[in-house]
DNA sequence: CCAGGATATCAGTGTTGACTTATATAAGTA
DNA sequence: TACTTATATAAGTCAACACTGATATCCTGG
């Protein structure tokens, strides 16, 4: 499963969300799910599996109860992903846009980069709808 | 559907990259699409719909030919949703990590932040593995 | 106008994955 | 040891989505 996928589930998006403040043990997450997604508990135990075997998530054992904590390689992978299109919203940080306000930099440029040939129709629409974290 | 749900499928990833370095016609695409996934005309066509209708492409009509090009909002968006972790792997950057050398760049600490917890049992491994962009 | 190319849509099918209930395993507690 | 809590696994069901083949639409050139 390519780590897209695993994100594409609103529950592990959660899960992951609620681990960004700190590792967690599977019941505390198991409730705060339950309460917004209204799931049973298995299922929010699968999701636990599939973050844990796709390396999106450690677990720690302490007695009978398990430590949930973000593992960040893969996040990273995804972020390494969207590189190749930062510069279609970052090229606005030259004329400091917003984005500079939600704490992004401006990169150097890359030293030996690619032919990157015209820069694809410019429909610079500046629209930025904040739709996200649902439910 | 949701922004990760567009970027789960190895084609449409594959469509944006071909869109990253600028715009091209429907053909064009279909044309690698298909040397590269061995799937039909309509598949290709289908995903580029998917891809208009969620905003992460926009199209532009030139005679019979259809130019399509990559619309930043949306994966802006899911850059934005990846901010919360980013400290998990930037942290490192304070040490000279390799993220340097790939072009990205500390954030200035953040004002008005969120309780931000325990940093969760650091299991730093440092682990950074690059097998992306498969097919 | 008609043939052919470029692209999109329609209807149907198969697979995948997220859910359910039931149950297993392991660890505390009396 | 027996009971309960914490968590995981198993088996089965159902819906969503990505595909195919057929076809529609729109342009362009002879």
Redesign the interface.
Known sequence: M?A??I??D?VR?RI??L?????RTSGAITDVIRAEFAISQPAVSQHLRVLRDSGFA?V?AEGARR?Y?????P????????????R??EQRLDALGTELA???????P?AGGE???????G?D?G????S?T?A
Chains 1, 2 share one sequence.
């Not at 032919?115 to 129709?121: H, M, V």
């Open positions: 390519h897209f996928d994100l594409g609103p998006r992951l969300e681990l960004a403040d700190g590792e450690s720690r430590f904590a973000v593992e960040p390689a996040l990273s992978e995804v972020d390494a992903w969207l590189d190749r299109f930062r279609f919203w939600r704490g992004r930099c401006a990169r150097p890359r032919p990157a040939r015209q820069a694809g129709s429909t629409t629209k930025t709808d904040p996200s649902e």
